[in-house]
Nanobody, 128 residues
Framework: QVRLVESGGGLVQPGGSLRLSCTGS????????MGWFRQTPGKERDFVAG????????AYADAVKGRFTITRDNAKNMVFLQMDTLRPDDTAVYYCAAVFPRNPLAAPSRRVDEYTYWGQGTQVTVSS
């Protein structure tokens, strides 16, 4: 089976940091666009960060720019989201996603419906 599995979520105080991991299995994701999305109850799933290792670079949602960093280790088939200066409104279920894009040089897509593979999500709660 082809899978993405997130880990690293938990409870953290405002201003704290957390590092999420996403591990792929069943195939190599070394050439895929990898994205992080988040969702709260009753809300749409929103783009957080993305990376295209072929040539599209990285992209961030305005709400997390300067605080979150997406990185990847293709040798380990993993992608990470380093989250710093966390705020209560960062509380959400965080999902990793992957797609092998039609245009490998494009910037990472911000659209949920353009990603093919999804993890099950990991809960991040920012609260004192």
């Amino acid at each position: 089976q082809v899978r993405l599995v997130e880990s690293g979520g938990g409870l953290v105080q405002p201003g704290g940091s957390l590092r999420l991991s996403c591990t792929g299995s069943g195939r190599s994701f070394s050439t895929s666009v990898m994205g992080w999305f988040r969702q709260t109850p009753g809300k749409e799933r929103d783009f957080v960060a993305g990376n295209n290792p072929i040539g599209g670079g990285t992209a961030y949602a305005d709400a997390v720019k300067g605080r979150f960093t997406i990185t990847r280790d293709n040798a380990k088939n993993m992608v990470f989201l380093q989250m710093d200066t966390l705020r209560p409104d960062d509380t959400a279920v965080y999902y990793c996603a992957a797609v092998f894009p039609r245009n490998p040089l494009a910037a990472p897509s911000r659209r949920v419906d353009e990603y093919t593979y999804w993890g099950q999500g990991t809960q991040v709660t920012v609260s004192s």
